[in-house]
């Protein structure tokens, strides 16, 4: 018998060295003979720039990036001798990469929980893949910084998904206390914080956050979490082996780089940013490549992973459109459907098309995805996702199936989907996505959004000759995706599919012709390929680099850095010359987050007076923040422009109009008599902003004024305290009507000589006799929702025009008088005097 291995082991060659090398001595799985184009330039790129420490890859979902990071990683062994780590953000992912490194000859071996590390892989000789918590975590057996253990060498790391990946990495330097499974600590803590917000005007809020009454998340201030660290850190050290001792190591002597953060389900304690350096084998690896999607905003990899903005912002990318799928993206709300409800239209359409092909429903959250079980399964655990996604794969089960907060890591390619539902804006289930959506720049969390999104569509069309029909429903979602600022976050391929569907969703009329246009893609009517393959050819560009962004993520981190070894001035000074970068001028959204680090830092330095004044400018920018000690003093505004003019400007951000009016109906979606009274008093400040006005919270901000000014143009403007909690027979006593009073004594004092109106908005137009409301208007609950109605119908109407603006601000104009929608119609139309 002829032994081929002894005699390929006795005619053993030097090892190759680059990829395209490497590739042809491998053997073929049949029908692939060589390299995608975009495969061999992407590898041909990075050989010649391979000692570079950071670099970053970005290929196309299905355009073959599994194979082309296995092929640096088999060159980096074979050129340096030294062990490669390969990481991927799912379980699912890993036995992927193991199934496409056995297809292809590539020798690797998988992380095993509770073994040793391989010899295979530290030898140099086989790839060891896990998954980012492998290596990521307290107990790491590759080694932590002043454990005591020496840590391994590798000559590489390949991060795949390393876009996705960035909540695992954090995720695996947090400690998560739950009210539930750890209720004494939660209210220990609680109760050790609850002086803070009192301090700050916040207590009501953390009341009815800690009792489960709000579904809110709030911030510990800085300087009060400072001062509590030794004893929070002495308490914890004998509480966390309970609750997570694998993070614990990563987190007790960086506390002080924490945020601390209450909701009513946890207590989460987060570094601002991870310290990956802790992790010698990830800090001292001779090359570590990022395998990205192809997105332009990577400045999150700056901040998790401490990488170079130089190198993040010089990727390897190609402008071929190789593996990008062709997806038909609808949008139901944007159709003239007339009463149609769509989730039910929708519900049909799944439950339709799973009588022949998948059918997936993408959520963000568990709450949602209930909402879908009446048509669809809904498997809650790691374990039975990935058991219904293999079914799915192998054609057993074809679904309806509904996904909560699972936008990557599901390969559903060919017929296992066809349909995929993606039902609201995908912002993140955990305390710190919350956190992070509130006080980021909108800029950011935008970015993060869209990577979100791109994430989600993609789940069903996984490579260049792959199909599937995608409906995005839900009004935040239809919102997000028609305004014009929020599709550059987005890759070129999939704002041109985006695009191509809002324009195709509306010549939709009927839902007989929504189904029938389904079909056109699902029964590859030969119009709809072309048309579909000729206006995506416009996306054959390498997408742009967000350099500004990557510019801002190299300072915070660097100014971390400086921060965690008691560099303090030199970590402010670098912050401080940032906020006064031109180049963010008018970015007060993000200005706002620098100033409330550099706070952080400026009150670790007991420097108190300098930590209020960044945490007052943090505040006033974007009351999302944790207010100073002290609240800023309210600056009196001009009188704003014609109420048309800011209608129109408005309807003009958004790339179809359509979607202002989900936009809309989410903004004062709390104008229900049940909702909370901040989410009430925020629904009308949205309602007077709609309207044309200038509408702000001064008692919310400044701790003085009423609960909503709406500052207008015409010639009056509103003093509104709300009262939406009051019952029908309650009346507006003595004590409600003194707060009105005091406001409009505030308003006389800020803008002398201007007119106002005192208004109560609340169920009935009744007063107590002591009250003494001569004067004083009612705003009944009732009329605000005939008021909310106008102004729909105003924008309805307005976005179906055609003209210029000019001509448009017309039309606007005459339409506000005939709704009765100037500030004297409302006061006439929708407002009474107090009986």
């Known amino acids: 018998m002829v032994d081929f291995k002894k005699l390929r082991e006795d005619k053993a060659k030097p090892k190759p060295v680059t990829p395209r090398d490497i590739f042809h001595s491998l053997p073929k799985p049949p029908g692939i003979n060589d390299l995608y184009a975009s495969q061999a330039e992407a590898l041909d790129i990075w050989f010649s720039r391979r000692d570079e420490k950071d670099l970053v890859i970005k290929l196309h979902t299905g355009g073959g990036k599994t194979l082309?990071?296995?092929?640096?990683?088999?060159?980096?062994?074979?050129?340096?001798?030294?062990?490669?780590?390969?990481?991927?953000?799912?379980?699912?992912?890993?036995?992927?990469?193991?199934?496409?490194?056995?297809?292809?000859?590539?020798?690797?071996?998988?992380?095993?929980?509770?073994?040793?590390?391989?010899?295979?892989?530290?030898?140099?000789?086989?790839?060891?893949?896990?998954?980012?918590?492998?290596?990521?975590?307290?107990?790491?057996?590759?080694?932590?910084?002043?454990?005591?253990?020496?840590?391994?060498?590798?000559?590489?790391?390949?991060?795949d998904d390393a876009h996705v990946?960035?909540?695992?990495?954090?995720?695996?330097?947090?400690?998560?206390?739950?009210?539930?499974?750890?209720?004494?600590?939660?209210?220990?803590?609680?109760?050790?914080?609850?002086?803070?917000?009192?301090?700050?005007?916040?207590?009501?809020?953390?009341?009815?956050?800690?009792?489960?009454?709000?579904?809110?998340?709030?911030?510990?201030?800085?300087?009060?979490?400072?001062?509590?660290?030794?004893?929070?850190?002495?308490?914890?050290?004998?509480?966390?082996?309970?609750?997570?001792?694998?993070?614990w190591p990563l987190l007790r002597d960086n506390l002080s780089t924490c945020h601390c953060l209450f909701s009513r389900k946890s207590v989460t304690i987060t570094p601002t940013f991870a310290p990956v350096d802790l992790l010698p084998t990830f800090d001292d690896a001779k090359r570590r490549i990022y395998m990205s999607a192809?997105?332009?905003?990577?400045?999150?990899?700056?901040?998790?992973?401490?990488?170079?903005?130089?190198?993040?912002?010089?990727?390897?990318?190609?402008?071929?459109?190789?593996?990008?799928?062709?997806?038909?993206?609808l949008v139901p709300e944007l159709m003239p459907l007339g009463e149609v409800a769509i989730t039910p239209m929708v519900k049909q359409i799944a439950k339709w098309?799973?009588?022949?092909?998948?059918?997936?429903?993408?959520?963000?959250?568990?709450?949602?995805?209930?909402?879908?079980?009446?048509?669809?399964?809904?498997?809650?655990?790691?374990?039975?996702?990935?058991?219904?996604?293999?079914?799915?794969?192998?054609?057993?089960?074809?679904?309806?199936?509904?996904?909560?907060?699972?936008?990557?890591?599901?390969?559903?390619?060919?017929?296992?989907?066809?349909?995929?539902?993606?039902?609201?804006?995908?912002?993140g289930t955990t305390d710190y996505d919350m956190f992070r959506n509130q006080v980021l720049a909108d800029s950011a969390v935008n970015s993060m959004l869209a990577q979100r999104i791109e994430q989600g569509i993609g789940r069903g069309s996984r490579g260049g000759s792959d199909f599937c029909v995608v409906l995005l429903t839900?009004?935040?979602?239809?919102?997000?995706?028609?305004?014009?600022?929020?599709?550059?976050?987005?890759?070129?391929?999939?704002?041109?599919?985006?695009?191509?569907?809002?324009?195709?969703?509306?010549?939709?009329?009927?839902?007989?012709?929504?189904?029938?246009?389904?079909?056109?893609?699902?029964?590859?009517?030969?119009?709809?390929?072309?048309?579909?393959?000729?206006?995506?050819?416009?996306?054959?560009?390498?997408?742009?680099?967000?350099?500004?962004?990557l510019k801002v993520a190299g300072i915070e981190r660097r100014a971390y850095r400086l921060e965690r070894v008691g560099q303090f001035e030199p970590a402010i000074q670098a912050l401080e010359q940032l906020i006064a970068d031109p180049d963010l001028l008018n970015d007060n959204q993000r200005k706002a987050w620098l100033s409330s680090?550099?706070?952080?830092?400026?009150?670790?330095?007991n420097d108190d007076h300098k930590g209020q004044?960044?945490?007052?400018?943090?505040?006033?920018?974007?009351?999302?923040?944790?207010?100073?000690?002290?609240?800023?003093?309210?600056?009196?505004?001009?009188?704003?422009?014609?109420?048309?003019?800011?209608?129109?400007?408005?309807?003009?951000?958004?790339?179809?109009?359509?979607?202002?009016?989900?936009?809309?109906?989410?903004?004062?979606?709390?104008?229900?008599?049940?909702?909370?009274?901040f989410r009430y008093e925020e629904g009308l400040a949205n309602l007077g902003n709609y309207l044309g006005f200038q509408a702000e919270r001064p008692e919310k901000l400044h701790k003085t004024g009423p609960d909503v000014l709406w500052r207008t143009n015409g010639s009056v403007d509103f003093i509104i305290e709300a009262k939406s909690g009051k019952l029908q027979d309650n009346p507006l006593y003595k004590s409600d009507h003194a707060q009105l009073l005091e406001a409009e004594q505030w308003f006389r004092r800020t803008y002398p000589g201007r007119p106002s109106l005192r208004v109560s908005a609340l169920p009935?137009?009744?007063?107590?006799?002591?009250?003494?409301?001569?004067?004083?208007?009612?705003?009944?609950?009732?009329?605000?929702?005939?008021?909310?109605?106008?102004?729909?119908?105003?924008?309805?109407?307005?976005?179906?025009q055609q003209g210029s603006r000019e001509a448009l601000e017309e039309r606007c104009e005459a339409e506000l008088k005939r709704l009765n929608l100037h500030p004297e119609g409302i006061k006439t139309a929708y407002m009474v005097q107090f009986n």
């Open 68 to 159: 082309v990071a296995l092929l640096m990683a088999q060159s980096t062994m074979n050129e340096l001798g030294e062990p490669v780590l390969y990481l991927a953000p799912t379980n699912q992912l890993v036995e992927q990469v193991l199934a496409k490194s056995a297809e292809y000859g590539i020798r690797a071996v998988p992380y095993t929980k509770g073994q040793p590390l391989s010899s295979d892989f530290r030898d140099g000789n086989a790839v060891l893949v896990g998954s980012y918590e492998s290596l990521f975590n307290g107990r790491s057996k590759f080694g932590v910084r002043g454990s005591g253990q020496p840590g391994v060498k590798v000559g590489g790391i390949i991060l």
């Open 165 to 247: 990946a960035l909540s695992s990495v954090r995720e695996a330097f947090t400690l998560t206390i739950t009210a539930k499974d750890h209720s004494k600590v939660y209210q220990e803590l609680a109760d050790r914080f609850r002086g803070s917000f009192d301090e700050v005007g916040r207590a009501g809020a953390f009341a009815d956050i800690t009792r489960g009454k709000d579904f809110g998340v709030i911030e510990v201030s800085s300087w009060a979490w400072l001062a509590n660290v030794p004893e929070v850190r002495e308490y914890l050290s004998y509480e966390v082996d309970a609750i997570d001792p694998f993070v």
């Open 294 to 329: 192809t997105i332009a905003d990577d400045s999150d990899i700056v901040r998790t992973f401490g990488a170079s903005p130089t190198a993040i912002g010089t990727p390897i990318q190609s402008s071929s459109l190789a593996g990008v799928g062709e997806r038909m993206i």
């Open 353 to 427: 098309i799973a009588a022949h092909a998948g059918v997936a429903i993408l959520t963000p959250s568990g709450h949602i995805a209930q909402q879908w079980t009446d048509i669809a399964e809904y498997p809650e655990t790691s374990t039975a996702v990935a058991s219904r996604i293999s079914d799915m794969q192998r054609g057993s089960f074809k679904g309806p199936v509904v996904l909560a907060n699972r936008y990557d890591g599901i390969d559903l390619a060919g017929p296992s989907c066809r349909l995929l539902v993606m039902d609201g804006l995908p912002q």
């Open 474 to 549: 839900g009004a935040n979602l239809v919102a997000w995706i028609g305004r014009k600022k929020n599709l550059d976050h987005l890759t070129a391929s999939s704002r041109i599919q985006l695009n191509l569907g809002q324009e195709v969703s509306e010549a939709v009329a009927t839902t007989q012709e929504l189904g029938e246009t389904i079909l056109k893609c699902l029964n590859r009517d030969a119009d709809w390929v072309a048309y579909h393959a000729s206006e995506l050819a416009a996306a054959a560009q390498s997408p742009s680099v967000d350099q500004l962004a």
């Open 597 to 605: 680090l550099a706070a952080r830092i400026a009150f670790q330095n």
């Open 613 to 677: 004044r960044f945490q007052t400018s943090a505040f006033s920018a974007n009351s999302n923040h944790i207010p100073p000690r002290i609240r800023p003093a309210y600056i009196p505004r001009p009188i704003p422009g014609s109420q048309s003019v800011a209608i129109i400007g408005r309807i003009m951000e958004y790339q179809r109009r359509g979607s202002l009016i989900p936009a809309f109906n989410e903004a004062v979606s709390a104008l229900v008599p049940d909702a909370s009274p």
């Open 764 to 800: 009935e137009p009744v007063a107590d006799p002591k009250a003494s409301p001569q004067g004083t208007f009612a705003l009944r609950l009732e009329e605000i929702g005939k008021l909310v109605g106008a102004v729909r119908n105003l924008y309805s109407y307005l976005i179906a």
